[in-house]
């Protein structure tokens, strides 16, 4: 069975060389999903906890954004997301769960 496509009409922009306004969306909101993910990685290696206020708080802020960019490239058409069967979740829980379960056995042996 196909996936279905989950989407809207998308908005007509020009085909040309030049950046047009879906080009320019996508790339600001590759940028602040990058930002989000580095700001997590600062987050975790903060020792000053007046550093680590500072830096969830921006980190909040780039997420808020990075989340209206996305709805805003998905209202346009510009962002298209699949729809996948309950048979494809359940393989990949599945999978998820055995590796999990291979992690657990490789720790209690290293106690």
Known sequence: MAEKKICN???KVPATMCLNDR?????VLESEKNMAVNLSI???????ENL???IE???DQVK????????LAF??????????????????YN???KKYDELNECDAMGE
Do not use: H, P, T
């Not at 080009?23 to 790339?27: K, Q, T």
């Not at 600062?42 to 000053?48: D, P, R, T, V």
């Open 9 to 11: 009409k998308e908005v």
């Open 23 to 27: 080009d320019y969306l996508l790339d």
């Open 64 to 71: 808020a954004v990075q989340r209206k960019l996305y709805n």
């Open 42 to 48: 600062a987050l975790n290696e903060a020792s000053n």
């Open 75 to 92: 209202q346009n058409g510009w962002y298209i997301l699949e729809e996948i069967s309950q048979k494809k979740m359940d393989e990949k």
């Open 52 to 54: 680590y206020g500072i």
């Open 57 to 59: 708080e921006i980190a």
């Open 95 to 97: 999978s998820l769960m």
